[in-house]
């Protein structure tokens, strides 16, 4: 849930970076952070074990500038994508406004990108969220690699394995290039905006 | 969790409260923050240049690991952490289920002094936000 500063006019927008082990969620993140740097007034947060796994989460704050007067300030998080570490990405979770689903389009990922996406649905349901309801987008990152020779699901797949039921926004990306990077987190941006403003109307 | 909106009424008294128990005392900043990581009120004694958006983030993870950790050896909570450092110190300390209180201090202040404080602006602030609830 957004907190909301009536006094100082400030809404402050959380936004997870969900997904499977090693699906590009930090990458993601370090790629807006190097292409917004001078929108970024803070430095990029990552708590990382020795081998730049995530520990437990990276975290990115920005000023998107004002609605009706009210300074927005949106705060990107991702989550440990290992699968042990459930217990923290619950945590991370936790009063989440947005949510972004980064996908590994990586063909030997297939059941993995599933898994994680129905274990964020039982996540949320923690929390007394539904994912039905809740912003959305999903990313199928890594599509660059189809250029190198390495198998990816179609689109057409992906979609049907994890978008057919929820019929969110979703995207063909790649973090590492900055492919439609910016596009996924302009449109969980504009859905969780419409979303509180609803919220609060 | 339905605390979203406090009053600006709420939110001034608040900031009196941590002004008069905290700021004055010498504490170089004072945030509340919720336990998602949402900074609800920040005061510093205009000196301090703390980054507090990251600072929330990290000190919500870093107590929610507290309480994880309290659940594996027995006890309901642990409602107060203490870092300190050579010149600066952290003082963390829970105000409900929901919001927790951060001072920064520097080593002029006794630990027992400011804890003494932080007890009473405590008190103080929860009679204020259970009127939120009501």
């Known amino acids: 849930m957004s907190f909301i500063n009536l006094k100082e006019k400030v809404v402050q927008v959380k936004i997870v970076y969900y997904g499977p082990g090693r699906c590009g969620k930090t990458t993601n993140l370090e790629y807006i952070n190097r292409k917004f740097r001078n929108q970024i007034q803070s430095e990029m947060v990552s708590l990382k074990t020795h081998g730049d796994r995530t520990l437990f989460f990276d975290f990115l704050p920005f000023d998107m500038g004002k609605i009706k007067g009210y300074d927005i300030k949106i705060q990107l998080y991702t989550v440990p994508g290992q699968v042990k570490y459930n217990a923290t990405r619950k945590l991370v979770l936790k009063g989440v406004d947005g949510v972004v689903f980064v996908a590994d389009a990586m063909e030997k990922q297939r059941e993995k990108n599933i898994r994680s996406l129905n274990q964020l649905h039982q996540n949320l349901q923690s929390y007394k969220e539904s994912i039905f309801k809740l912003p959305l987008v999903i990313q199928y990152n890594k599509i660059d690699l189809k250029e190198h020779g390495v198998p990816i699901l179609p689109t057409a797949v992906l979609r049907k394995d994890l978008n057919s039921r929820l019929k969110v926004p979703d995207f063909e990306a790649s973090a590492i290039t900055g492919y439609n990077v910016a596009a996924t987190l302009k449109k969980i941006i504009s859905s969780t905006v419409v979303s509180i403003q609803k919220k609060l109307l | ?134």
């Open chain 2, 1 to 134: 969790m339905n605390y979203g909106i406090v009053s600006q009424e709420q939110l001034e008294q608040i900031d009196t409260i941590l002004s008069s128990k905290l700021i004055k005392l010498g504490v170089d900043c004072v945030i509340i923050i919720d336990m998602a990581g949402n900074i609800i009120t920040a005061k510093d004694n205009g000196e301090s240049k703390y980054d507090v958006y990251s600072f929330a983030a990290l000190a919500a993870g870093n107590f929610a690991t507290v309480d994880a950790m309290a659940k594996l050896v027995g006890e309901a909570e642990f409602s107060l952490l203490f870092h300190k450092g050579q010149e600066s110190n952290i003082h963390f300390s829970k105000i409900d289920d929901e919001l927790l209180l951060i001072s920064m201090f520097g080593k002029d202040i006794s630990l027992g002094f400011l804890r003494l404080n932080v007890v009473e602006a405590i008190e103080q602030i929860r009679t204020v936000w259970e009127g939120n609830k009501t």
